[in-house]
């Protein structure tokens, strides 16, 4: 079983990330990171008439009124990346029934994602959300900031179990804080209340957006093991259930199924590529599944 995260130092952590996932990466993306990371380095250069199959999430919608013709946006690229990680720290990241827990999966995304885009210039930042915005990181580059996002990612305490969690204040805060044209990974199990969509939708309008969506297995198939007491991850609230009861294992398996529908439809109306990160998942064999999946949708 792992070390827990609480356990462990930030650097202690970096080296065994550098070791066991950043090392093998470096052997299969052979250093070719932009492939992954394409088209967000970018400022605005131009305007011109729309052609397919270009992407409509660079329509400019004040110009195409103006002209009743669609106008795109065009962007060179720039050599570095203002990359912010908006990250949901809530109680239900404290869920795993495995080796690991969901926040123990966030912390080791986080430091391999930034170390990756650190050590070639690159700069990043964070914002922490439990029920509220607990710390904002401004983006800088190096090594000493990845140990940073890492230490205050170990320090932030557990936030009290008392209402679901609510990510529309924190997409909220990404809108307002962070000016410049920037990579954001919003990483979160998207166990949240309605209404986070449109602050998405607003999100992905200005910046490149792609979103981590955490999980373990637990919370999408119910095993038959008799009865047993659950606790909501968010409210604390506990639930004396029966496992054996089929009926009801087949009505947990319909709303999980409704649910995962929702959040799918939700990423696609956004134009939000997303990742789906369990915790018994190899990170390395993940990143690389993503990043397969954004070269297929580039070509």
Avoid: C
Avoid at 17 to 41: A, K, M, P, T
Avoid at 169 to 174: F, I, M, N, S, T
Wanted: glycine residues 6%; neutral net charge.
């Amino acid at each position: 079983m792992n070390t827990p995260t609480s356990a462990l130092t930030p650097e202690r952590i970096l080296q065994r990330l550098d070791w066991q996932v950043i090392r093998r990466l470096d052997g299969l993306l052979q250093g070719d990171y932009r492939s992954l990371l394409y088209g967000y380095g970018v400022d605005f250069a131009d305007l011109r008439e729309y052609q397919p199959p270009d992407d409509i999430r660079y329509i400019d919608w004040n110009v195409t009124a103006r002209m009743t013709v669609p106008y795109v946006r065009q962007y060179v690229e720039d050599r570095e990346i203002s990359a912010w990680f908006l990250l949901d720290v809530s109680p239900s990241m404290d869920f795993g029934t495995g080796q690991s827990l969901k926040r123990t999966v966030l912390v080791d995304f986080v430091t391999t994602i930034a170390r990756l885009l650190t050590r070639h210039g690159n700069r990043v930042g964070a914002i922490m959300y439990g029920n509220r915005v607990e710390r904002t990181i401004p983006p800088r580059s190096g090594q000493i900031q990845v140990l940073r996002l890492v230490n205050d990612l170990l320090k932030q305490p557990v936030v009290s179990k008392a209402a679901l969690t609510d990510l529309a204040p924190l997409l909220q805060a990404g809108l307002h804080s962070i000016k410049q044209r920037s990579l954001i990974f919003i990483i979160s199990d998207f166990m949240s209340a309605p209404g986070w969509e449109r602050s998405l939708n607003l999100l992905n309008q200005r910046h490149e957006v792609l979103a981590i969506r955490l999980w373990d297995p637990r919370e999408v198939e119910l095993p038959d093991v008799g009865p047993i007491i659950m606790e909501d991850a968010e409210t604390g609230e506990q639930l004396y259930i029966d496992t054996h009861d089929r009926r009801f294992r087949q009505r947990f398996q319909e709303v999980v199924q409704r649910r995962e529908a929702e959040l799918d439809e939700a990423f696609k109306r956004s134009g939000v590529d997303s990742l789906l990160l369990s915790t018994e998942d190899d990170l390395v064999r993940a990143i690389m599944r993503f990043a397969m999946l954004r070269r297929q949708r580039r070509k």
